[in-house]
């Protein structure tokens, strides 16, 4: 059974860019989150999609946002890029009902490492 | 503020030596606690879910318990392959909020 496939797995970006990052779930799951990691901050949760529609999100800018397509696939985008942003990206999938192991076991995947320059 | 905190930040042992890692949390409802362990240049994987006070979970040598304050990830007799990032999480009931604590990282000396 395939993982959950992120792509790229590195990205170096300027600052005042825009940039895409894309996460294949497992398949038949239908929930996808997304996570920020940084050495500072640990990490966070970003936002939640199931079923195509933004179910939870946490507290980040504007400038980050995502959507989710009929085949579960999501993407994230974050723009006009600031330093601060240089993180690495993990969303993690799950069956249905609930994200980060609630109900079923989540599933991440190995991330992307974005560096801001 | 809802924070989480764990304790250590970084733990080495003797190979066989039990012990234990915290995750405290002060959140104002908890759906949820969630441990994870990230090896280096991975995402997290899953361990465990506790969903209320006084409930235990097991998983070859690791247990997690959980009270209403804190939680713990027994480690017993410890082999180098456990050597990781132990990272716990909790889910607010308000808001369905996540927040992670920045981990403890074990290394287990052969």
């Known amino acids: 059974k395939a993982g959950v496939t992120q792509t790229p797995r590195y990205l170096i970006k300027t600052r005042g860019q825009q940039v895409t990052l894309s996460c294949s779930p497992i398949?038949?799951?239908?929930?996808v989150s997304w996570y920020q990691q940084t050495p500072g901050q640990g990490l966070q949760f970003l936002f939640e999609?199931?079923?195509?529609?933004?179910?939870n999100k946490g507290n980040f800018p504007g400038r980050f946002s995502g959507r989710q397509f009929s085949n579960s696939r999501s993407e994230m985008n974050v723009s006009t890029l600031e330093l601060g942003d240089s993180a690495l990206y993990l969303c993690?999938?799950?069956?249905?009902?609930?994200?980060?192991?609630?109900?079923?076991?989540?599933?991440f995947g190995q991330g992307t490492r974005l560096t801001v320059v | 503020e809802d924070q989480v905190t764990q304790s250590p930040e970084a733990l080495r042992l003797q190979e066989g030596e039990s012990s234990s890692l915290n995750c405290s949390y002060t959140?104002?409802?908890?759906?949820?606690l969630f441990w994870y362990r990230q090896d280096p240049g991975k995402g997290p994987e899953f361990l465990f879910t506790?969903?209320?006070a006084g409930e235990e979970k097991e998983k070859e040598r690791l247990k997690a318990t959980l009270t209403k304050k804190e939680s713990f990830l027994h480690i017993t007799a410890p082999k180098p392959e456990d050597s990781a990032t132990y990272l716990c999480?909790?889910?607010?009931?308000?808001?369905?909020?996540?927040?992670f604590g920045t981990g403890t990282s074990l290394t287990v000396i052969p």
């Open positions: 959140v104002s409802g908890l759906r949820g």
């Open positions: 398949s038949g799951h239908r929930s």
């Open positions: 506790l969903y209320s």
């Open positions: 999609y199931f079923s195509e529609t933004q179910r």
């Open positions: 993690a999938s799950s069956a249905e009902g609930g994200i980060l192991g609630w109900g079923t076991e989540a599933f």
């Open positions: 999480a909790v889910q607010t009931d308000t808001g369905n909020q996540f927040y």
